[in-house]
């Protein structure tokens, strides 16, 4: 269906009206049309507009379009690739055992394949939620590509959960597959990008940017908001795979009219990244490819997000619409609900109310899942929802006082008994209530040093009465104090809302275990991206 003029334009108005911040630069492209809204300064301290020219890192949408050089070398091999007796898929696949020689020994190690770097199903934990706080990083901290990142995957001595059965977000996943793809090819990312994405594309000013402590010139990212004031955002990590790469709105318009045109042809490798994922069961998986699968106005979009210390950014494609959303932040506004608003206002659509108001008491409280050893919190929200918090918070809709479900997830509690499947995940959680009336037992418990041998990690509890502290000693340093909060039956939430990337995991679970003599001789710590980390005492 055709947009008028005025509607496209509202629906982006509304975006700069509710999403202010420093600066903005939003698209819509629909069947051929294009409209731009651009608002704010790239630069608020030398006063320099935004501009659809201003490039910005996109992050994480970085991901699909390795994925696309990736799929475009397997059709259309480099001469290092060709001089092989081998096929390109099998020369890539040895790669992968060579850039991770410890596969062999680590229980399920041997059935990762390249598919489930690109589905986020390998198991490997976050190696950003790992760097702060396990390994000792402080969020300003630099963190290089050539010493650090590989040291990280030296590092990968467990998966948290068998390969193909689960996703769990893992930047790591795509950092592999970029020094794969480079390896194998003979040509560096950026060079394989410029060639097979970029310039195919007409992306006329895109380029890879691996360090975030040099974005191109005026663009600048913000912390803060209008309350507290906007600071320059400090970035000084690399990446290269996970992200890295710069682009103006402009680029990001070629980008999606590329994608367009490729999607007409079903034999395109566009098409062919867009298939409908699954998990090893059988059962619908929504990522893969480095691209999300969502719906926004009852409508199937494609699509990723990004997010760096200041600065939030997501595409939206429609196929059936021949439509696409682009929303580009230098600050930390939602960008991810910024483009489905758009999509929901083109197609005036409002969310259908719920059907029940009131959510039953047992939805208060905290629930441990013993198979994860993750804290899951619940409470009622606004009417006819509640919030359930395991990976940052979230909203579900009631479907009866002791029922709710969203396009994420479907939750219900029974007494002492919270149950969540997690949809997109493919993660059954089933946590039992924690007493939480009882005192803190005494300080004195908790406060020793703890090893973790599959983290490299040395985790450091002090504290006095009822408040304790918690710090981690890694290979990247000695990382800062956290605080630490008691919930109950000897479980800890620590809080780690800053990391190197951004956002950072937030809470992580601390679950101290205790001898026959009650005596704690061990904590498992984690967090959804990198679960189930035992620590023992030795001090």
Known sequence: MPFSTADVEAALRSVEEKYRGPAGSVAVIHQ??????????????????????????????????????????????????????????????????????QLGEIPGGRQLTLSHLHSMQSGIRDYWA??????????????????????AIQRTKSLHFEPGTETSYSNVNFYILARILEKVAGQSLGQLLTERVFIKAGMATASLCPNTAGPPHPIVGYEGDEKHGYIPAVNRIEWCGDAGIVASLEDMIAYEQWLHESWKDEGSIYRHVTQPPTFKDGSPAYYSYGLGHGEAAAKQWIGHGG???????????????????????????????AAESIVKKLFKFDEPAGSVNTAAPEWTGSFLDEETQLLIRAKPGDAGEVAITYFGEEKAKLTSTTQAESRQLRASVDKDQIQIDRLRENKKLRGRRIDETADMPPSSDYVAIYQSADADSTFIC??????????????????????????????????????????APGDWTVVFHRDGDGKVVGATVGCQLARKLKFERIA
Request: hydrophobic content about 40%.
């Open 32 to 101: 051929g049309q294009i409209w731009r809204r651009v608002w704010g300064f790239a630069d608020m301290e030398k006063r320099i507009p935004m501009t659809s020219q201003v490039q910005l890192p996109i992050c994480s949408i970085s991901k699909q379009m390795v994925c696309l050089a990736l799929e475009d070398v397997i059709r259309n091999p480099t001469p290092a690739m060709k001089a092989r007796p081998i096929e390109p898929k099998v020369q890539l696949a040895k790669e992968l055992v060579d850039i991770l020689p």
């Open 307 to 337: 997010a760096l210390r200041g600065f939030r950014l997501q595409r939206l494609h429609v196929p059936a619409e021949n439509l696409s959303a682009v929303v580009l932040f230098n600050h930390e506004g939602d960008s991810g609900s």
């Open 462 to 503: 002090n504290g006095t009465s009822t408040l304790m502290y918690g710090a981690f000693n890694g290979y990247l340093g000695k990382g800062p104090i956290h605080l630490m909060k008691y919930v109950g039956e000897d479980i800890f939430i620590l809080s780690a809302p800053r990391g190197l990337d951004a956002p």
């Open 130 to 151: 790992m760097t702060s706080p396990l390994w000792g990083a402080k969020p300003d901290d630099p963190f290089s590509l050539t010493l650090d990142a590989p040291r």
